[in-house]
């Protein structure tokens, strides 16, 4: 089994309740939802990588709204931290989950989140049983792109490994330089994640304020994976307009 889990919280600290804004008539969660319901397998969907997809919430407002567009959704703890630590929640809590595959995180923020990403990076753990984690990165030319401290950049090796993540521009900004924003999605071995919420966090994890950096500095590999197109998240309430209009 592969298991997609979208970790769903209220109280986010740059947006609050933006899972809940409305766009264009659905809610973000709600369009996270089925753009990733894509890569679920159907009847005549069989070659899609996901075999279910649920969401995790530490709200009844997300709840009660997940269910009445027909999302499977478990409540996790308040005390969760970020979306790592609600999904380890969730399998601590069902057991039966843990022993899936792979399980991939799907941030609720991504309401454009296309198919061949999710495909992506499950095919990437599906080819290479070594490897623990994958995650995708996308090419990327602008320059205000490039300085924005929201995208995240990644640099890895010749064999597609992840060497860091930053919120700065990493290599430095110069002409001819190729960058590479990080797509916040990724499949775990489960053993893996549960065993990951075991080591403690770091110290660049916390001055960049980026999970992954946790995964790097006690020592284990991110595969990279990289896809043709990105799909922009929603991090601040302007961001609801730019992806309506994409949209249109």
Do not use: W
């Not at 990644?154 to 001819?176: D, N, Q």
């Not at 302007?238 to 309506?244: A, L, N, P, Q, R």
Request: aromatic share 8%.
């Amino acid at each position: 089994m592969v298991i997609g889990i979208i970790p769903a919280r209220y109280a986010s600290s740059r947006f609050p309740a933006k899972m809940l804004a409305p766009i264009h008539g659905k809610t973000l969660l709600q369009r996270t939802y089925e753009s990733a319901k894509e890569s679920v397998k159907t009847g005549v969907n069989t070659s899609a990588s996901l075999d279910a997809l649920i969401i995790a919430t530490d709200d009844e407002r997300i709840y009660a709204h997940a269910q009445e567009f027909g999302a499977t959704c478990y409540m996790t703890p308040a005390s969760c931290r970020d979306g790592t630590e609600r999904i380890v929640a969730l399998l601590n809590e069902h057991p039966d989950l843990a022993k899936s595959e792979i399980i991939v995180n799907i941030q609720g923020d991504r309401p454009c989140i296309a198919r061949e990403t999710i495909d992506s990076v499950v095919h990437a753990l599906k080819s290479s049983p070594k490897d623990v984690v994958a995650t995708p990165v996308v090419k990327m030319t602008a320059p205000h792109e490039i300085m924005n401290p929201a995208s995240v950049k990644c640099v890895f090796t010749k064999e597609k490994y992840a060497l860091y993540f930053s919120r700065s521009p990493i290599p430095t900004m110069r002409e001819g330089v190729a960058y590479y924003k990080h797509v916040g999605i990724y499949a775990y071995r489960p053993a893996f994640l549960l065993e990951l919420a075991t080591l403690p966090h770091t110290p660049l994890q916390q001055y960049e304020d980026l999970e992954q950096l946790k995964v790097l500095e006690h020592g284990y590999a991110i595969k990279v994976v990289e896809v043709a197109g990105d799909d922009p998240s929603v991090d601040y309430p302007e961001d609801i307009f730019k992806i309506e209009k994409l949209l249109c």
